[in-house]
């Protein structure tokens, strides 16, 4: 039987995190433009930044999607227009889209374009699937509450060039798809228009005086209760499942994480597809340095979403943020010659310090920082200065690029 290749989708809030999402092997990046975007944290790209952005994509043969996937509101509509034209001559490849207005704004405006009905649409089944396709979509992305099995009968029962792109890994919204009206209520910043204050990861009490008897589960301690507090989904060990149930595009989350965030998770995803593909068997296991990359950035506990059913027993976290830090990056790799490695310094460390490398396709192996010198050749004991340059002796070829990094 022949097993399609999945395409790996990797987020981009800036030009940092693009060149790393393609650096480390996505065949697809998603980002926004200055407006109707579900992230107004990040950079994001305006009419200078885009056309470069696709430009440095497509020169490595990369796909690039925007966002336009917000719930726009009738005083947004006027510069809709425009928007659709300068992203659309840009050169993107296509648009992330919620909002029926919008859509067929974008076909009208951009017809080249592709279409995908962004995972705030809530699609739950093949009904809603076919009805968007009829309508000109190319691809749906799942609502995030769907399990491989009804993933599985969706896929069987659309068009066979309909895309079906599922979240594979990163944060989870505790509200269905991300539709929330927590964050507009409580602070006045509109979820559906990409200005998230994330409400759900806040200290809360729960009090209910008129239904007594009836009692709501929840863990407290000293530091208080985070009922609402959602897990991050992992789905590293689960290639084999997504791409058997018919997932053509594999999303990772992330727009506002870092670009070693970016590049540790795609790399992490491209070896594990790229190995099962290679030697795909019902006993597939996943090597074990692909698995422990994922533990390796800024994250939450981890979870499978409702991909092998509703997570009743392990959806949320009952602490403070939830996130574990367990590395740091050190600096990035600008030039090796087999002698010495240079490199832009990123946080401090010392001389002889062991430093793990983190290169495309690799797993990680450790070098140490022998003769750290100025880029100048002056000796040094330490790099203390953000973003300096420095070398250090090294035998190793390290490309450029490639991240030094080093557990806390």
């Given amino acids: 039987m ?32 200055d407006r109707f975007g579900m992230r107004t944290a990040p950079k994001n790209f305006n009419t200078d930044t885009l056309p470069e952005a696709v430009e440095y994509a497509h020169n ?9 996937n917000t719930v726009p509101r009738n005083d947004e509509l006027p510069s809709l227009p425009e928007h659709i034209r300068w992203t659309s001559m840009s050169g993107i490849d296509g648009y992330i889209v919620t909002d029926l207005g919008v859509f067929e704004q974008i076909k009208k405006l951009a017809p080249r374009c592709e279409i ?48 079906i792109e599922c979240f594979v890994h990163g944060a989870m919204c505790v509200s269905f798809s991300g539709r929330c009206l927590l964050s507009s209520y409580l ?23 008129t239904r007594p008897g009836e009692y709501f589960p929840i863990d407290d301690d000293e530091r208080g209760t985070y009922i609402l507090n959602a897990r991050d989904m992992c789905m590293i060990e689960h290639i084999p499942e997504l791409i058997n149930a018919g997932v053509s595009s594999f999303k990772i989350e992330g727009r506002a994480k870092s670009a070693y965030y970016v590049a540790t998770v795609t790399n992490a995803y491209r070896a594990a597809i790229d190995a ?25 506990e981890y979870c499978t979403g409702f991909f092998f059913g509703a997570p009743n027993e392990n959806a949320e976290i009952f602490y403070e943020g939830g996130y574990r830090r367990e590395w740091d990056v050190m600096a990035i790799v600008t030039d090796s010659d087999g002698e010495f490695v240079t490199a832009e310094q990123r946080n401090r460390f010392f001389d002889g310090d062991e430093l793990e490398v983190l290169e495309r396709g690799k797993a990680p192996y450790t070098v140490r920082a022998e003769e750290l010198q100025t880029q100048e050749g002056e000796r040094i004991e330490a790099t203390p200065h953000p973003k300096m340059i420095f070398r250090f002796r090294c035998p190793a070829n390290i490309p450029a690029g490639a991240i030094l990094r080093k557990a806390k």
């Fill in 276 to 300: 099962y593909l290679e030697r795909p068997s019902e006993d597939f296991e996943l090597p074990e340095w692909i698995r422990n990359e994922v533990f390796k950035v800024s994250y939450r």
């Fill in 2 to 33: 022949k097993i399609s290749r999945p395409e790996l989708l990797s987020p981009a809030g800036d030009m940092e995190c693009l060149k790393a999402a393609v650096d480390f092997g996505a065949d697809a990046v998603y980002l926004a433009g």
């Fill in 116 to 163: 995908h009905i962004s995972t705030q649409a809530g699609i739950t089944n093949y009904g809603a699937a076919n009805a968007f396709y009829n309508m000109g979509a190319k691809r749906i992305v799942m609502a995030r509450e769907v399990s491989l099995k009804e993933i599985a009968e969706i896929r069987q029962n659309i068009p066979r060039d309909m895309d």
């Fill in 60 to 68: 490595k043969g990369v796909k690039v999607y925007l966002t336009c």
């Fill in 187 to 209: 602070t006045g910043r509109d979820s559906n228009r990409g200005d998230c204050a994330q409400p759900c990861r806040w200290k809360y009490h729960l009090m209910e005086e």
